[in-house]
């Protein structure tokens, strides 16, 4: 059973950082494109970063450009998103999803998500 299993959220203060972890499991990784994606109370999900089933091609928000990254280690079937600079408006609750698309990935659909997890930042 293809499963993903988010992992890092917290607390941390504005200008903090913090490492998100996707696991998956029941699948390998390395076929399927990876997107980040975050829902904050009230609104709507958005779309954060994404990666190729390679790692070759990465897009990102213009709301977190510059300031995250978006990285996989296929051999260890995971997923991360290293999140600096962090600011309020960061806050929600994290997913990780994935698709059965090669050589492509975007910020909008996904097949396969995980349960997701929360990010605060607040001083």
């Known amino acids: 059973q293809l499963q993903l299993v988010e992992s890092g959220g917290g607390l941390v203060q504005p200008g903090g950082s913090l490492r998100l972890y996707c696991a998956a499991s029941g699948f390998t990784l390395e076929h399927y494109s990876i997107g980040w994606f975050r829902q904050a109370p009230g609104k709507e999900r958005e779309g954060v970063s994404c990666?190729?089933?390679?790692?070759?091609?990465?897009n990102y928000a213009d709301s977190v450009k510059g300031r995250f990254t978006i990285s996989r280690d296929n051999t260890r079937n995971m997923a991360y998103l290293d999140m600096h600079s962090l600011k309020p408006e960061d806050t929600a609750v994290y997913y990780c999803a994935t698709d059965h698309i090669l050589y492509y990935c975007d910020l909008f659909d996904y097949e396969y998500w995980g349960q997701g997890t929360q990010v605060t930042v607040s001083s």
């Open positions: 990666i190729t089933h390679n790692g070759r091609s990465t």
